[in-house]
């Protein structure tokens, strides 16, 4: 079975550059999760989509985050612009669906450095 | 909010002794706990995970337990091996239709020869 697959696996930008991931969860999943693991810290949610819908973008920072999941499969997330404390490593996630079977499968994830 | 307390940060255990991890949630709606390890550089794996209609659940030399009623719920590793030094996240989440998986903070684990 295929994993999550993200990309790029490492980035490195300027403070005030942007910059986007992209996820390709597994097939058939219908749950996408961001997290944002800051070194030494657990990953933190930063949205869910269920399908093509946003569950959840609470603790997104929505003025210079965003992200989108067109057609209820491949998701990207973009930070524009990037802070020095946007440093971390992205994981996107999925799982089958809602409910039950909640078992959530990670990407290797994108690890951004801002200089 | 929801949240997942973890301890402790870090934890050190001679081979062959047993490790506990232990969790807190706030969440009463909360009723999956999954646990993850994180080896170094590498993605979090799913280890073994509880659902909230049990108290214990074992895979060989792993366990977890849970009480409810305090909101608690732990993880064993028993007979600790070199290959599992790692860090290791709980998490809490609930079956609704808009449940979040929320982790805890990890718990660098490292097993000593």
């Known amino acids: 079975e295929a994993g999550v697959a993200q990309s790029p696996r490492y980035k490195i930008i300027e403070k005030r550059q942007s910059v986007a991931f992209w996820c390709n969860p597994i097939?058939?999943?219908?749950?996408l999760y961001w997290y944002q693991q800051i070194l030494g810290q657990g990953p933190k949610l930063l949205i869910q989509?269920?399908?093509?819908?946003?569950?959840?973008d609470s603790q997104l920072p929505k003025d210079r985050f965003s992200a989108e999941r067109l057609k209820g499969v491949d998701s990207t997330l973009k930070i524009q612009p990037a802070k020095l404390e946007d440093s971390a490593v992205y994981l996107c996630?999925?799982?089958?669906?809602?409910?039950?079977?909640?078992?959530?499968?990670f990407g290797q994830g994108t690890r951004l450095t801002v200089v | 909010g929801e949240n997942v307390e973890q301890h402790p940060s870090t934890l050190s255990v001679q081979e062959g002794d047993s490790a506990v991890i232990k969790c807190t949630y706030s969440?009463?709606?909360?009723?999956?706990f999954p646990w993850y390890k994180q080896e170094l550089g590498k993605r979090p794996q799913l280890i073994i995970d509880?659902?909230?209609?049990?108290g214990e659940k074992k895979d060989q030399r792993i366990a977890v337990t849970l009480n409810k009623t305090a909101k608690h719920f732990s993880l064993h590793i028993t007979e600790t091996q070199p290959e599992d030094s790692a860090v290791y996240f709980c998490?809490?989440?609930?079956?609704?239709?808009?449940?979040?998986?929320?982790f805890g903070s990890g718990t660098r684990l490292s097993i000593r020869p």
């Open positions: 509880i659902r909230s209609n049990v």
């Open positions: 998490a809490a989440t609930a079956y609704s239709s808009a449940s979040k998986i929320i």
């Open positions: 996630a999925s799982s089958l669906r809602q409910g039950r079977n909640t078992e959530a499968f």
């Open positions: 097939s058939g999943h219908a749950t």
């Open positions: 969440d009463s709606a909360s009723n999956y």
């Open positions: 989509f269920q399908n093509n819908g946003v569950v959840d």
